[in-house]
């Protein structure tokens, strides 16, 4: 089965600073990977998406997204953190098929002046 | 923009009352979710349905939870008897095809069982 490790429950950014926010997934084939936001008391926000293709991903608010399959990963970035960009942010994984999403633990993003 | 809409945003229930959380998904879509998250942990799912059955369920999705797509446009999760560990934030998510392409997700209900 698949899984989601983010590996950083909180990280505090200064705002204008780059970020970065880590993920790790477990499944034997390609999965279909997703970035997904929550801000406070607010549903789930699809950021971007991996299915195939280009390794680099592009997605709203201006966050991208790296898979990398030799280290299992599909990291988060964006060069330059906004006050409004603090919320909880999932990596999750799709085997395929209609298997359901399976999101990590999430990381809570900190914006400081 | 369409949404998938849930209600309502919040419930309070008492330990062993039925509760019915309702979510009207995207219209077209085919494929519909509902997922937890307990304060401070991470989205977990409980169930898939599709043509107007249950795909796929998970463990915690046990013999008290049901779900219901009563008229073409709503559909519904029941808690039987409700514990205080089901205590909740409950996301409704729909997707036109597979989850494989996006899911897209619901403001939540805020279930809280005193």
């Known amino acids: 089965a698949q899984s989601v490790t983010q590996p950083d429950i909180h990280i505090t950014v200064s705002e204008g600073a780059s970020l970065e926010l880590r993920c790790n997934y477990s499944?034997?084939?390609?999965?279909?990977l997703f970035w997904y936001v929550q801000s406070p008391g607010q549903g789930l926000q699809l950021l971007l998406k991996y299915f195939s293709g280009d390794t680099l991903v592009q997605g709203i608010k201006g966050f991208e997204a790296e898979f990398k399959r030799s280290q299992s990963s599909f990291n988060l970035r964006k060069p330059s953190v906004h006050w409004s960009d603090a919320a909880e942010y999932f990596c999750a994984v799709v085997g395929g098929g209609n298997t359901p999403l399976v999101f990590g633990k999430g990381t809570r993003l900190s914006v400081i002046a | 923009e369409p949404e998938v809409t849930q209600t309502p945003s919040h419930q309070v229930t008492q330990m062993g009352q039925e509760v019915i959380l309702r979510c009207v998904p995207i219209?077209?879509?085919?494929?519909f979710y509902w997922y937890r998250q307990i304060l401070g942990q991470k989205v977990e799912f409980l169930v898939s349905?599709?043509?107007?059955?249950?795909?796929?369920k998970s463990e915690i999705f046990d013999d008290q939870f049901s779900v219901e797509r009563p008229d073409g446009s709503n559909f519904t999760l029941k808690i039987r008897s409700t514990k205080l560990e089901d205590s909740a934030m409950y996301f409704c998510?729909?997707?036109?095809?597979?989850?494989?392409?996006?899911?897209?997700f619901g403001q939540g209900t805020r279930l809280t069982v005193v």
């Open positions: 349905f599709y043509n107007n059955e249950i795909s796929e």
């Open positions: 499944y034997g084939a390609t999965p279909y």
């Open positions: 998510a729909s997707s036109a095809v597979a989850a494989g392409t996006e899911a897209f």
């Open positions: 219209s077209n879509h085919l494929y």
